[in-house]
């Protein structure tokens, strides 16, 4: 599935319609280069399962927790990692186990992560002035089908 994207505001509502419909356990990986919309997609889907602050991308931690409702959700920026092993050492497993947890920079740590339930690549769209966004998505056919349908609404 490929979506267009207008704006910051569509962006956090494809967050939004995603974290709608994946429940715990499950893994995201947010690919693209800097400033393509990952922490805004990210902010989107923490802030619709009710998280009321500031989202903001943990480049400089590595892992920003959230628990919302009895539910724990982790983010991830790989971006500084250093060494996939740094991964294993902070112990990715048990961030893991049951638990939402989206990753930016995937690649940065990818022979130490399972493969992810959805993967989204995030590119701009060089066809056009207007600074649009172009999201790939990957995962389940239905999800992606009602995601796609809510988008176009």
Not at 4 to 27: W, Y
Not at 35 to 50: D, E, N, P, V, Y
């Amino acid at each position: 599935m490929i979506l267009n994207i207008a704006d910051e505001r569509e962006m956090e509502r494809l967050g939004a319609a995603f974290s709608a419909r994946l429940k715990s356990p499950a893994l995201l990986f947010l690919r693209g280069d800097l400033g393509m919309g990952k922490t805004t997609f990210a902010r989107g889907f923490i802030q619709s399962r009710g998280h009321k602050g500031s989202v903001k991308s943990p480049t400089y931690a590595l892992v920003e927790p959230y628990e919302l409702e009895g539910e724990l959700l982790y983010h991830f920026d790989l971006y500084r990692l250093c060494d996939p092993e740094e991964l294993e050492l902070m112990g990715i497993r048990d961030y893991l186990a049951d638990s939402t947890v989206l990753v930016e920079w995937p690649e940065r740590g990818e022979r130490l992560l399972p493969q992810p339930d959805l993967q989204l690549f995030f590119d701009s769209d060089s066809t056009t002035s207007e600074g649009l966004r172009l999201v790939r998505v990957e995962g389940e056919e239905r999800l992606l089908r009602e995601v796609s349908e809510e988008m176009q609404q």
